[in-house]
Structures are given as C-alpha cells and as structure tokens.
C-alpha cells in the first residue's frame, strides 16, 4: 500500500530531515511542482543515506506500474548524460530530485506527497473519496541518446513515435483539421501555475477518426495512463471513458518530419495530455499530462471540505 510505503519512508528520516519533508496538507507547497531544475523544497536524493534512498524508490515503485518506475528510473539516469554533456554535474545528477509528504499518510483526512526534479514531477493526492495522480511530467533531455554507454536510449519514444505515426496517418482533410499550427509552441502550456489554461479542446475529435487512427491515439494515452498502479491506471481510464472518448481532440503544430521541431495535443473533459519537442535540435521532450478540473484532487477537495463543512484554507486550482 502506498500510505504504508510513506509511513516507511518517513520513519527511516533522522527528525531533521523528516521536518523539512513533511508539510501541512493546505500547504501552498503542495501545488508548487515544476520540471527545471531549482532548489526545491522537500527532502533531496543526494541528502539521504542509502537506506533511505531505498525508501523513497520503494514508494514511487508503490505508486507506479512496472513500466512507469522503469521511465522515471530512465529519466533520472538521463542526468547523468546530461551532467557529462554541460559539464555539470552540481545541477544534473540522478540524486537531485526531491520527495515531499503532505499530511499524514493514511488518515481519514486529505494527504498526499510528490516526487520532483529535473523532467520528472509526479504529484498525489489523497482523499476518502479516491486519488488524484495528476498533474505528472515526464522529459527526456536527449530524447535520443546518440553516444556513449546509453546510446540508442529513447525514454520517450513511444510518445514521439506514436504521434507521428498518427498525424502522418491522417487523411489529408483530416490532418488539415488536426493541424493547429504551421510552428510548434516553445514549450508545454499547462505548465506550473497554467494548468487550466486550455480551455477548449482544439483539432480533430476521435470521434471523427476510423478504428485504426483512434487506436493509435488510445495508445497515445495509455502512454501516460499506463505508467501508474494497477488501481489507479483503471480508475484513470475509467474517467477518460465516461466522459466519451469521441470527445477527446487531437492537435499537432510544427512539422511532421524526426529532428523538426513538432508539438501535439490530446484534450478532453478528463484529460490533457501535452507534448512538445524543440529544443536542442527537436531532441529535447516535455510531456505533460492533466485531469482538467481533478489535478491536485481538486473536484474531490471541494466535496470533501463541502461534506465536512470545512473551511478552505488553501488554494483550489482551476
């Protein structure tokens, strides 16, 4: 269970470092995520000792499917290569990334925790009334890794591959629909502090796709869905489902063509999901993915606090 993978994980942490990784649940840090590198707050890698290093994986193996502990272990030891190639290894290291609790684990009240770093920031909530795994970023910097020991690494590739594959698929007046931009956005734009700033979803529904386009687009989710437990990957596609997946839009900006800078999209009631690639050559991926209106368990907060007549004391986003 993960409450108990929490509980573990703080009760291996000298008091010092347990102070600095627990905050109150109505902590405007716990809305504080962000994919760069920075100080952060929260408890480092590169501070604990190895058992308590072991702890903290221990809980985000707790949290994730096989496949998603396997991405995030990659985009950690993307640091590495990283560190070799800007020649600093003070800012990027597999040890920078923090682990942060909020609340207290396993209460009937509302707590979660975060794991953030540099390409990687998974953030949970936890409520009586279920679990909020969103928002979740996952970046790979070089998306291909072209020399050295990790050469041919591609953390991201299905999410590269996969979204290609479908925009070039399209037919043309089809595509035409999908196709938002000439050029692709700088960057993701429901980044921290914007995660409700797409409103409207934009491009080509599934539901005006053949069986084959809407499979590859399905498999596109799955890409972010997948990445969590069992349970919580259900539930997740669950909410997708309800909420129609005819409604869900693709959208593409930029080119159509590996090592061109290209973005693309897939918005629905429930989901969001952002990738962009053009940094460094269109070798550079940041993909985000949201639950409009359930990030940071906000939709279930609002019946929590409601039920209980609580008075909010923190913000709600969105």
Request: glycine fraction near 10%.
């Amino acid at each position: 269970m993960i409450d108990q993978a929490v509980r573990d994980f703080l009760n291996a942490l000298e008091p010092e470092l347990r102070r600095r990784a627990v905050f109150p649940f109505e902590a405007e840090e716990r809305l504080n995520w962000h994919y760069i590198p920075r100080q952060r707050n929260g408890v480092p890698l590169k501070s604990m000792t190895e058992g308590q290093r072991e702890a903290a994986m221990a809980l985000l193996r707790a949290a994730l499917s096989e496949r998603g502990y396997s991405r995030a272990e990659d985009i950690m030891r993307l640091e590495n290569v990283l560190a070799e190639i800007e020649r600093d290894p003070e800012t990027y290291g597999p040890l920078n990334y923090n682990v942060t609790v909020f609340g207290e684990p396993g209460a009937k009240k509302p707590w979660g925790w975060r794991i953030d770093g540099h390409h990687l920031s998974l953030n949970f909530a936890h409520t009586p009334d279920g679990i909020a795994v969103t928002p979740a970023f996952f970046g790979a910097n070089p998306a291909n890794v072209e020399h050295g020991p990790h050469a041919g690494l591609r953390v991201l590739g299905g999410e590269e591959d996969l979204g290609r594959e479908l925009i070039r698929g399209l037919p043309d007046a089809q595509r035409d629909r999908a196709v938002i931009a000439r050029d692709a956005f700088d960057d993701i734009i429901t980044g921290p502090g914007r995660e409700g700033s797409l409103q409207r979803p934009a491009g080509l529904a599934l539901g005006a796709m053949d069986d084959a386009h809407r499979n590859l687009a399905m498999r596109i989710i799955e890409e972010f869905v997948g990445t969590m437990r069992t349970d919580m990957a259900e539930a997740e596609r669950a909410r997708i489902g309800a909420a129609g997946l005819g409604r869900i839009h693709f959208a593409w900006a930029g080119s159509l063509e590996p090592r061109q800078p290209h973005y693309y999209r897939l918005h629905g009631p429930n989901l969001l999901i952002e990738y962009d690639n053009t940094q460094n050559d269109a070798n550079h991926i940041h993909s985000v993915w949201h639950d409009p209106g359930h990030d940071f368990a906000t939709d279930l907060l609002r019946r929590h606090y409601q039920h209980h007549r609580h008075r909010v004391g923190h913000r709600l986003p969105g």
